[in-house]
Each structure stands twice: as structure tokens, then as C-alpha cells.
């Protein structure tokens, strides 16, 4: 009923050819089509998207120029605000920055060790890309798969530029995850007799997608949220840590929060700190819409830049290949890539595939901005964009009536609300903002180039090379939030409460920014995007 | 944008807390208040119906019925007065999973107000999701956890259904409760993972890794090239 006669005219040709479609597949690209097409068409390549920054430890680096702007400002704190002589308002071992999923990991393996814990977060506990993430989680415990096997998948698509430690320490520590997790209670789908019920993802070469319907992501972090109210770890909502707090010898101290609803400013001791706030999609890099929740907007990133941490694949970008395009109520919103792990297919004007439905992500994205840019092959929609359809009743023709309804409930009804009926009428997609790839440097035990500050989760970079698997991500934030969790207790169980509290790393970034000539206008970490009057 | 386009776009009138605002008809309520000026920090999370932040409360003028939705996933209506629930002070029984089985004695020492349910289906009909809370509430009463959690699973916590609850039941929480006894109690372990997971620990997995993690970038590439892909 949405959709108009112009498009319900074109529609035609996909339901036309869609029986002609069942069981036929497409042919995977080549390693040399699939270096073109990237080359040509993936925003990460594109060079009039990303500038060199010009300040930091990091100076020269490429990143996209929203992402630059943001590392390149001012603190939103005047330095005379606060008084860290004072008493701090807390005082722990082990504080934790972001209540996602990472945080909320972080937060229980160092709570079992011991360590007096506070997570404190910008949002709600929970308000993350974790309680999104909708595909799965990957992890290598069945019979014909190997964490090796994964191992290869994972760089593989990685574009073989992940740090060998990290992806080594994400597919060894998977099936401990999915075993954590569900010991738990988190609640996997599962057939009668226990067994797992796994799925490909793009670029899987085993059945190893792990699902809890499409609302994976949302039934992790709710047990995990559930778990750390159980452990009664204190936990401070609306609260955004805006400044890294670090001690005489410039090691991670503790941080400096804001209260959002106050404007109160307060600040937090701690022996070791975790920096688990998430992505940036919300800096709309090159003016994508994005799949990211409201609070994305790279606040971890910039404040352990300030304090020194290094930065790795900063300029790397993940474009998930089907973002809602129409209605536009739906535009940027994430369309499950188990969408197409169930057999829909991205097609063309003319209802003809294209691409492979199964190819990685980056590549699938390029190859949709191809249909639509170079070959002209889009859907034109009311709204003055293009786009292409993903044959989602396809997915009903070959499981049978009802499989949407049962495997996609999420996903069902969000387009109802908008009167579009998924199982029998094809959405309209195209690339959609979805993850940074990179992000602060760590080890295999989270560990950054700052003494003393770990960093988990999607703001850590290094395991995903340049491209991340799905699935890939939901695993991630769970196996460095665990390990980041346990070695900040361990750590700090041998020392002594740091000394010397100071901002001293924030004046000397000001100078720096002065003489490149950044305008003292800008001002940062975001906190939250503008959308009023827009 | 031109005045041509802008005259275009039909406006409604909306009420945000009363207060009247005109807004192009195509925006969510969470859109329209951010296009009226509002910078969310309550009541917006993730802006795709999947975090339960944006739970409203609407009435269309001439009309008595409250209707609810979630403000990102909700499309603006003429005479639309609105106001959201950005938080209810619902409250949570704190439990060790180890400690406690999927029994109604253990449930009902952690949630008595369950088994107060006067079967009046408000929650049912305030739920976003088109979830039958009053069923799984009975469920829960019945020690059918497997059902509960079923039934309860596309929950968003939300806490609308709590707001309407005559006898306080905070359904959200108990059926979260419900679904984690079941995940650990009365879903079967998979057959195999624990035997992978301790293959992991005692260290059997090694050896096949560490011999790629040793690999240089050309031997890999053939290796990815050329891997066999399960059907």
C-alpha cells in the first residue's frame, strides 16, 4: 500500500522472474573482480572523503573528514571546572566507560575477580549497537568446523590486514563465549535435542552463525544487563565520560563525567580504565544515513586519543550493504544480512541479480553502489534517491510459507508498521553506515598504547582488518570486554591508588590544535548528533 | 529548500505534552519532536525498535482511547497529543541463576505479584509488540517457563505494560527471569560445544591455528581462495 503505482509497476518484473529464481545460483566474484569493484566503488577508497590529521600521536594519519574534525577539537570541559585535589565522587578499581555490550562484559569478569567496579554510560545501560545487532554471533563448535577455519574466514575478508593475535584471540575464545553466554540464560535457537541451529553469514565458509531469532544482539545485552544488576555493580546512567583523567606518570587514572541531565560535571579514581563506548556511525561519514544507535558518535575514540592511545585502520569503514531505503521512515535502518543468509537476493530495475547474495560486506555494498551509480540499473524512488530490491518473498518460496514470520520477526514487523508486508512484497535497500572497523590499537588483552587503559569492544580496532564478517562483531565485544574485564582486575589488584591526578595531556593537546589553527570552536567529544530543525 | 518545495509537503498538527507543533506528516513522533526542536536524551535509544527507550503514550483529538507505540517506529497522526514514558520505576528481583530452578515456589518468592494477576489483559493491549503478556504471565503461573519464554521473547522492556498493571506485576522483568531459568535449565545442552570448548582449554586446537597465524599474507590468500565452502 506504500509503495507507489511506479514502483508497484516495476515490482512487477521481480515477482515475474521470481520462480524462474528459486535455486539458481549466482556466481561469486573473483579475487580480481571483487579488487575492482571495491577500487571503483567502496566510500573507503574514495579519496575526497578523508584528510590526514594534523595533531596527536597519530599526526599524518588518513581518517574520514567528519571523523578528523572531531579528533581535531577542543574539550567541552573548561579546565577550571573541575578540581581533582578534591575528593573523587568515585573511587574503584576498575572503571568502565559504556554500558554495551563490551561494558556490560567488562563489567561481570572483573567484578568476579574481585575488582570494585563502576560502569558508567551515556545513555541507559543497554542504549547500544549490541542491543541492535540482529544477524548472530560466529563461533566454530561444531564437527566440521575449526576455530582455524574461522581463523581464515575472519582475515580472509578481513582483507588479510587484521592483527594475527586478535583474530586468533577472537575464534579461540568464541565457543567459551556462546558457552558463557548461554550458561547465563541468554536463549540461542536451538533445536529439540539442544543442538545449535547455525547459519552462514557473508563470507562464512562453515555454518556458524549463531541466532536468537533476529533479535540476537537485544537478547545478549538484556541477560548481560540483567547479570550485572544481579552482581549489584554500580552502574551511572546519562553520564558520558568527556575527559581521560591521567595520573603523574600520564597513565589512565580515571575520567571526568558529565552529567547529562544536571550539567553537573564529576569525576572518577580508578587503578585501571576500560573504554567500551562503541562506534561513530552517527558522524554520517560522507552523508550515509546509518544503522547505528543515537549515542554512536566516537566519544571513546576521541578522549583515549587525547590521553595517547594509538589508533589503527581509523579510515576503514563498514557499509552494510542493505540499509532500508524506502519508506523513508526506514531509511539507514538495518536490514538483517540473515535476510539474505536465507536466500533473498539483491536485484536490479529489471528484477535480474546482480551480485552474489553471500559476498562480504564491503564488496556486496560496492557492488549495489555500482547497480545504482555507474550501471543506472536502480530503483528510483519518490524521495529522490536510488535503490535497489531485496527479494525478501523469495525466502518464503524456499523454506516454505511462514519462515519470515518465524526467523524474522524483528524485521516483519518493522515494516509493517509502515505497511509494508516483507513476505510478499520485495524491500528496498542500499548501503547503509554500519561499523568502524578500526578504531584504538589493543593487544590480545585489550590492552591500548596508554598504561593502564584497555579498550574493548567496536572502538578497539585491529581484529577485523579492514572489513568485519558478520557475526564477527557480536563475538568481539564479548571476548575483549571479558578479556579486557579480567586483566584491569588482575592489574590492579598490585596497586596502589594513583597519584597526581591531572588534565596536563588536554593543555598540551589545546597548544596543538592552536598552532595547526583548528577554530576554538570546535568542540568535542559530540556527545549526541543534531537532528533538531533538521 | 525552496518555499515551492516546502508548500509540498503536507503539515499536522501535533501536541507534545500539549503544546502545539506543525510537522511534515511523513516524520515519526521521534523525528517530529527533534524537527520541533527537542534534543532527545531520555526516551530515544537506538531509533530502530529494538531498545524500548521511546515507549509513548498518544490520543487523536475527539477521541477518549490512548492508544501507545514506540516514537521511532510510529508515524505522526493529525491531532496527535503525545507524551512519552521515558522510564518506570518497574523493579527487578535480584537472583543467583545457580540458586534458584525453574519452579513456581522459587518464582513466586521472587515475583509474588505474578500470581496476583487479575486477568483484565491490560498489559496485552498496551503492548507495542503485539505481545499476549496476560498469557505468559499464566504461563509463568503455571511453571510453564519453556511457553513464557517463547511467548515473551520479542519483548523490548519498554515498560508499558507495566504502567497499565492494576496489581504492579513488572512483566517485563519476570519474564526475562522466565527465560533465562529456561535457557539454563530446560533447554538441552548442545551436544558437542562442550566438547569443543574443552578441547580449547586444554589446548588440542592449538597447533592448527598457530600454523596459520604463522602463515605469511600470500600463502593465506591461496588458502582463502581456495577453501572449501559448506552448502
Redesign the interface.
Known amino acids: 500500500m506504500v509503495y507507489t503505482p511506479q514502483l508497484r509497476e516495476l515490482m512487477k518484473k521481480v515477482e515475474e522472474s521470481r520462480s524462474s529464481r528459486v535455486g539458481v545460483v549466482y556466481p561469486r566474484m573473483s579475487?580480481e573482480e571483487r579488487r575492482e569493484v571495491l577500487q571503483k566503488f567502496h566510500p573507503d577508497y574514495i579519496e575526497d572523503g578523508f584528510r590526514n590529521i594534523e595533531v596527536g600521536i597519530d599526526k599524518g594519519v588518513r581518517m574520514p573528514t567528519e571523523m578528523a574534525d572531531i579528533f581535531e577539537s577542543y574539550s567541552r570541559l573548561k579546565l577550571n571546572e573541575i578540581d581533582l585535589a578534591a575528593e573523587p565522587d568515585y573511587d574503584v578499581d576498575v572503571l568502565i566507560i559504556g554500558g554495551g555490550g563490551a561494558g556490560a562484559s567488562a563489567a561481570l569478569e572483573a567484578h568476579k575477580a574481585g575488582a570494585d567496579v563502576l560502569v558508567t554510560t551515556k545513555?541507559?545501560f543497554?542504549?547500544a549497537n549490541t542491543?541492535?545487532a540482529?544477524g548472530g554471533i560466529q563461533a566454530?563448535?561444531?564437527?566440521?568446523d575449526?576455530?582455524?577455519?574461522h581463523?581464515?574466514?575472519v582475515?580472509?575478508g578481513g582483507r588479510?590486514e587484521n592483527v594475527?593475535?586478535l583474530a586468533?584471540a577472537l575464534?579461540?575464545d568464541a565457543?567459551?563465549v556462546?558457552?558463557w553466554l548461554?550458561?547465563?540464560?541468554?536463549?540461542?535457537d536451538?533445536k529439540?535435542?539442544?543442538?545449535?541451529i547455525t547459519g552462514?553469514g557473508g563470507g562464512t565458509?562453515?555454518?556458524r552463525m549463531h541466532t536468537?531469532?533476529d533479535?540476537t544482539?537485544?537478547?545478549i545485552m538484556?541477560?548481560l544487563r540483567?547479570?550485572v544488576?544481579?552482581k549489584?555493580i554500580n552502574v551511572v546512567e546519562?553520564s558520558p565520560a568527556v575527559e581521560l583523567i591521567v595520573d603523574q606518570k600520564g597513565r589512565a587514572a580515571g575520567a571526568v563525567l558529565y552529567n547529562?541531565?544536571t550539567g553537573q560535571y564529576l569525576f572518577a579514581r580508578a587503578k585501571t580504565v576500560i573504554i567500551a563506548t562503541g562506534g561513530s556511525g552517527r558522524l554520517h561519514y560522507r552523508g550515509f544515513p546509518t544503522?547505528n544507535?543515537?549515542g554512536a558518535t566516537a566519544d571513546g575514540l576521541i578522549i583515549g586519543y587525547r590521553a595517547g592511545a594509538k589508533t589503527i585502520y581509523a579510515d576503514s569503514i563498514q557499509y552494510h550493504p542493505t540499509g532500508g531505503a524506502y519508506p523513508?521512515?526506514l531509511l539507514g535502518?538495518?536490514v538483517t544480512e540473515k535476510t539474505r543468509g536465507l536466500g533473498a537476493t539483491p536485484l536490479n530495475i529489471n528484477g535480474e541479480q546482480f551480485v552474489y547474495h553471500l559476498e562480504t560486506r564491503d564488496v556486496e555494498s560496492s557492488a549495489i553502489i555500482r547497480e545504482c551509480e555507474e550501471r543506472g540499473l536502480g530503483v528510483p524512488l519518490p524521495t529522490g534517491i536510488t535503490a535497489v530490491w531485496l527479494d525478501s518473498p523469495l525466502i518464503e518460496l524456499i523454506h516454505g510459507e511462514g519462515t519470515i514470520e518465524r526467523q524474522l520477526?524483528?524485521m516483519l514487523?518493522?515494516f509493517q508498521?509502515?505497511d509494508v508486508d516483507i513476505r510478499t512484497e520485495p524491500m528496498l535497500i542500499y548501503p547503509t553506515l554500519h561499523y568502524q572497523n578500526g578504531g584504538l590499537l589493543i593487544d590480545d588483552s585489550a590492552r591500548s598504547s596508554v598504561e593502564n587503559l584497555l579498550v574493548a569492544g567496536e572502538t578497539a580496532g585491529g581484529i577485523h582488518g579492514t572489513n568485519r564478517l558478520m557475526g564477527n562483531s557480536l563475538l568481539d565485544i564479548i571476548v575483549f570486554g571479558r578479556r579486557a574485564g579480567r586483566n584491569a582486575a588482575e592489574q590492579s589488584k598490585d596497586m596502589n591508588v594513583p597519584e597526581g591526578l591531572n588534565l596536563d595531556h588536554i593543555e598540551s593537546y589545546h597548544r596543538e590544535l592552536e598552532q595547526s589553527g583548528v577554530p576554538a570552536d570546535r568542540v568535542g567529544p559530540m556527545l549526541?548528533p543534531?537532528?533538531?530543525?533538521? | 529548500m525552496s518555499e515551492a518545495g516546502k508548500e509540498s509537503i503536507k503539515m499536522v498538527d501535533i501536541y507534545i505534552m500539549g503544546k502545539h507543533y506543525a510537522v511534515p506528516e511523513t516524520l515519526t513522533i521521534m523525528d517530529a519532536m527533534e524537527y520541533a526542536g527537542y534534543r532527545l536524551t531520555r526516551g530515544c535509544g537506538c531509533r530502530a525498535g529494538f531498545c524500548g527507550a521511546c515507549a509513548t503514550v498518544y490520543r487523536l483529538a475527539g477521541d477518549y482511547e490512548l492508544k501507545v507505540g514506540l516514537a521511532c517506529q510510529t508515524r505522526v497522526e493529525e491531532g496527535m497529543y503525545l507524551a512519552q514514558l521515558p522510564f518506570f520505576p518497574g523493579r527487578k528481583a535480584d537472583f543467583d541463576l545457580e540458586e534458584i530452578k525453574p519452579s513456581v515456589a522459587d518464582f513466586a518468592r521472587l515475583y509474588p505479584e505474578v500470581f496476583r494477576c487479575l486477568g483484565c489483559n491490560s498489559c496485552s493491549k498496551v503492548c507495542p509488540q503485539d505481545i499476549d503478556v496476560m498469557q505468559y504471565i499464566a504461563y509463568i503461573q503455571r511453571g510453564d517457563f519453556a511457553k513464557a519464554a517463547d511467548l515473551s521473547f520479542d519483548c523490548l522492556m519498554c515498560g508499558l505494560c507495566v504502567s497499565r498493571c492494576p496489581v504492579n506485576i513488572v512483566h517485563y522483568n519476570a519474564a526475562l527471569t522466565a527465560r533465562r531459568l529456561y535457557s539454563r535449565y530446560i533447554a538441552k545442552p548442545d551436544p558437542f560445544l562442550e566438547q569443543r570448548t574443552r578441547a580449547i582449554e586444554e589446548g588440542t586446537m592449538d597447533a592448527e591455528i598457530d600454523q596459520l597465524v604463522a602463515a605469511d599474507k600470500e600463502k593465506l590468500q591461496k588458502l582463502y581462495n581456495n577453501r572449501e565452502i559448506e552448502k
Do not use: C, W
Not at chain 1, 182 to 188: L, N
Not at chain 1, 530 to 534: K, L, N, Q, S, V
Open positions: 579475487p545513555l541507559r543497554g542504549d542491543m541492535m540482529q566454530a563448535d561444531k564437527e566440521n575449526t576455530p582455524a577455519i581463523y581464515l574466514d582475515i580472509g588479510l594475527p593475535e586468533r575464534v579461540m565457543p567459551l556462546i558457552k548461554e550458561d547465563m540464560g541468554a536463549m540461542f536451538k529439540e535435542d539442544g543442538t545449535m552462514h565458509s562453515r555454518k536468537a531469532r533479535y544482539g537485544a537478547e538484556r541477560t540483567d547479570e544488576y544481579n549489584k546519562f547529562l541531565e544503522s544507535h543515537y523513508p521512515q535502518l538495518l520477526p524483528a514487523r518493522q508498521r509502515f549526541l543534531h537532528y533538531t530543525h533538521r
